[in-house]
């Protein structure tokens, strides 16, 4: 059962009183740092050469299952959430995009969710405080929630346009399992995002806030779609304001944008959402568009002087960085945003 009378944490008054201050900034891309690790097949499955205490005993290959280094590598991702943090970023994702049992199946480690959404978040938290005994900032950790890699709204099958490959419960049993495993972590707050198909965000909004029913408290949401074209819409066929139309209910501490656009081609999209959204607004673009290699060339300044023109036009919130960003574009990114007041919200 949901409890729609449930308490805000204090996360809530925290992260308000900071954003009406300046526009807050949240971490870069995971992949990029854990593929210039240059890691083996050996040290996603296995322990580095460590004490090995998460028993990863599986046939399927591991390698590119970057939640798994949450257990078999913590200190190398606890490593890259302190450069994060201390290249300015005040809210730190988990490493946990495709921590759920539908995505983990692909590897045969859907039993180690539950831990590796745990584990994720204290990693974060690990690295944040270290970072705030230096510095005195606060800084919060953001469970991520990943869109999975199935869809409740399109079939995949052109021959068979009614075949759905997973169902609205399958995908809120699964993020609930996700969600309450980030919450015993210590999330501070729970980000869905990449959001290509709004069905499956909203099960994952539903199953969130029966996670917090058990909790006993609300935790501040923050929701980012992605506009996979030019024709300015999700996969699933949603407008910006038709997206923030859908999710508006949950009374999300921000709404946005991230991934598959750079920042020149995100700009009017999220003009757009900004535009109708009575919260606040998130962006976090990739540097630029992939190169024939799957790279990313755009460089730190280039990446914070379009950010910072979003903040410059009053768009935004908060930003960030996503895929091919690294800790120098999150610095960068801060420092060009910094003169500039953050976004009002409508009434």
Known sequence: MLDLTLPNSPVFAALDALARERILILDGAMGTQIQALGLSEEDYSGCGGGACACHIHSDQPQKGNNDLLILTQPQAIEEIHFRYAMAGADIVETNTFSSTT??????????????LNAEG??????????????????????????????TASISPDVNDPGYRAVTFDDLRKAYGQQI???????????????????????????????????HGQRLPLMISGTITDASGRTLSGQTPTAFWHSVMHARPFTVGLNCALGAAAMRPHLAELASVATTNICAYPNAGLPNAFGQYDEGPEDTAR????????GLVNVVGGCCGTTPDHIRAIAEAVRPFAPRKIPA
């Open 102 to 115: 539908i995505a983990q199946a692909d590897y045969a480690m859907e039993d180690k969710v539950f831990d």
């Open 121 to 150: 978040a204290r990693i974060v938290r690990r690295a944040l405080d270290r970072a705030t005994a230096i510095d005195g900032k606060p800084r919060f950790v953001a469970g991520a929630v990943g869109p999975t890699n199935r």
């Open 180 to 214: 309450r495993g980030l919450i015993a972590g210590g999330a501070d707050l729970i980000l869905i995002e990449t959001i290509f198909d709004t069905l499956n965000a909203k099960a994952a909004i539903f199953a969130a806030l029966e996670a917090f029913s058990d």
């Open 306 to 313: 379009q950010v910072g023109e979003f903040a410059r036009e």
